[in-house]
């Protein structure tokens, strides 16, 4: 698949969803989540059947600066009510689709991870982070809230009181303090290649979606 939001690579039975853009900031715009839906249900539909016996572990990566720093802010402030509702269903058919991926979906996360960019690496089942990533969903200091399903997500991850205190005060959270309250399972010099070695020893095992 060719797309201006991603590119898809391949190393042995994995698949590597590497996201670009032409600032390097890889916002998750109207376009570029549609995008992904499409990428993500074609691999779990055309690829993995041609797999027949095993479906192909996924793996989300940025580049070192960026994973992602989420929804484009321009996008949201030109919804109106009822365009806002249906971005965040839009959103959420995103993170559903990653979240119950038939094969361990990994966020190799390098960088800023921020706002929707969060949702993303949340929806994932694993998150491996470099030393120089960075978290947080800002919103907050925006007037805004996620409806990607990070506010569900994350309590169950790193407890209800943690996650408010990151959703209210609109904190960044560096790797190190991610991995501490369980935001992130490894931090890695290179987490591609952790996740694609966490993935490949997932793969000989059975694999039993989180959601």
């Given at each position: 698949?060719?797309?201006?939001?991603?590119?898809?690579?391949?190393?042995?039975?994995?698949?590597?969803?590497?996201?670009?853009?032409?600032?390097?900031?890889?916002?998750?715009?109207?376009?570029?989540?549609?995008?992904?839906?499409?990428?993500?249900?074609?691999?779990?539909?055309?690829?993995?059947?041609?797999?027949?016996?095993?479906?192909?572990?996924?793996?989300?990566?940025?580049?070192?600066?960026?994973?992602?720093?989420?929804?484009?802010?321009?996008?949201i402030?030109?919804?109106?009510?009822?365009?806002?509702?249906?971005?965040?269903?839009?959103?959420?058919t995103?993170?559903?689709?990653?979240?119950?991926y038939?094969?361990?979906?990994?966020?190799?996360?390098?960088?800023?991870?921020?706002?929707?960019?969060?949702?993303?690496?949340?929806a994932?089942?694993?998150?491996?982070?470099?030393?120089?990533?960075?978290?947080?969903?800002?919103?907050?200091?925006?007037?805004?809230?996620t409806?990607?399903?990070?506010?569900?997500?994350?309590?169950?991850?790193?407890?209800?009181?943690?996650?408010?205190?990151?959703?209210?005060?609109?904190?960044?959270?560096?790797?190190?303090?991610?991995?501490q309250?369980g935001l992130?399972?490894?931090?890695?010099?290179?987490?591609?290649?952790?996740?694609?070695?966490?993935?490949?020893?997932?793969?000989?095992?059975?694999?039993?979606?989180?959601?």
């Amino acid at each position: 698949m060719t797309s201006p939001f991603f590119r898809i690579e391949s190393d042995g039975p994995v698949c590597i969803l590497r996201l670009i853009s032409p600032d390097g900031t890889n916002r998750l715009t109207h376009a570029c989540v549609l995008a992904l839906t499409a990428a993500v249900n074609h691999l779990n539909d055309e690829l993995n059947d041609k797999m027949k016996k095993q479906p192909c572990p996924l793996i989300i990566a940025g580049n070192r600066q960026f994973f992602s720093v989420g929804a484009d802010l321009n996008e949201i402030a030109a919804l109106s009510g009822p365009e806002a509702y249906e971005f965040s269903v839009m959103g959420q058919t995103l993170m559903n689709a990653i979240a119950s991926y038939p094969a361990p979906a990994i966020a190799a996360v390098e960088g800023h991870c921020m706002g929707g960019g969060l949702d993303l690496a949340l929806a994932c089942h694993r998150r491996i982070a470099a030393p120089h990533a960075v978290f947080g969903h800002r919103g907050a200091a925006l007037g805004l809230m996620t409806g990607w399903g990070g506010t569900q997500r994350l309590p169950r991850l790193i407890g209800k009181g943690r996650a408010l205190e990151l959703f209210t005060a609109a904190e960044k959270v560096s790797a190190a303090r991610a991995q501490q309250i369980g935001l992130v399972d490894a931090i890695a010099d290179d987490p591609v290649a952790e996740a694609l070695r966490r993935a490949l020893n997932q793969r000989a095992r059975p694999f039993t979606s989180l959601v």
